[in-house]
T-cell receptor, first 114, second 116 residues
Framework: AQSVTQLDSHVSVSEGTPVLLRCNYS??????LFWYVQHPNKGLQLLLK??????LVKGINGFEAEFKKSETSFHLTKPSAHMSDAAEYFC????????????FGSGTRLSIRP | GAVVSQHPSRVICKSGTSVKIECRSL??????MFWYRQFPKQSLMLMAT?????????EQGVEKDKFLINHASLTLSTLTVTSAHPEDSSFYIC????????????FGPGTRLLVL
């Protein structure tokens, strides 16, 4: 069985400071991991994905995430937050088989202080 | 990148009526589409897996007679909320899966349903 845990429901940072959104996963097989962003009343946008290639994955808008198998983590980071980064972020796990489904984390709301 | 559209983007209906939501993959074919439901300030919950040409697979607790899914072609899946009630008010999001070159899901923008 697979699961994903986002450790923080809400993160608030000042503009220009680093962002860290935490995600831990559980999977019986080699997982595929994703981060999605959802702005208010909007659909989901893929930020980045890990599919067993490089463990450090670079995404859009300056975000990146590192897959750490020993820690079963896939934390999302950005060196310098921008006001437009304020949104809901979802960590997602998939076991990647042809019959796979994806499991969403509970989400982390990121707020940016001026 | 691949684009998935949903129509309508928002709908308001009276209790007891039925509402159909369309999910289209605009520039690719998808044998599998998924329907999710998202309550305010909560995560997405998978409702069902829609397979082209066969019956949908529903998640536990989702009433298949209430949420009718039809995947009539490789680019279109529809979700019909039958006899809608206020508790069905939610944000419904679909996604379409592609297998090659890498398995990826592309999400639609969502449909906000309000049942009065």
């Amino acid at each position: 069985a697979q699961s994903v845990t986002q450790l923080d429901s809400h993160v608030s940072v000042s503009e220009g400071t680093p962002v860290l959104l935490r995600c831990n996963y559980s999977s019986s097989y080699s997982p595929s991991l994703f981060w999605y962003v959802q702005h208010p009343n909007k659909g989901l946008q893929l930020l980045l994905k890990y599919t067993s290639a490089a463990t450090l994955v670079k995404g859009i808008n300056g975000f990146e995430a590192e897959f750490k198998k020993s820690e079963t983590s896939f934390h999302l980071t950005k060196p310098s937050a921008h006001m437009s980064d304020a949104a809901e972020y979802f960590c997602v796990v998939s076991e990647g088989s042809s019959a796979s489904k994806i499991i969403f984390g509970s989400g982390t709301r990121l707020s940016i202080r001026p | 990148g691949a684009v998935v559209s949903q129509h309508p983007s928002r709908v308001i209906c009276k209790s007891g009526t039925s509402v159909k939501i369309e999910c289209r993959s605009l520039d690719f074919q998808a044998t599998t589409m998924f329907w999710y439901r998202q309550f305010p300030k909560q995560s997405l919950m998978l409702m069902a897996t829609s397979n082209e040409g066969s019956k949908a697979t529903y998640e536990q607790g989702v009433e298949k007679d209430k949420f009718l899914i039809n995947h009539a072609s490789l680019t279109l899946s529809t979700l019909t909320v039958t006899s809608a009630h206020p508790e069905d008010s939610s944000f419904y999001i679909c996604s379409a899966r592609v297998a090659y070159p890498q398995e990826t899901q592309y999400f639609g923008p969502g449909t906000r349903l309000l049942v009065l």
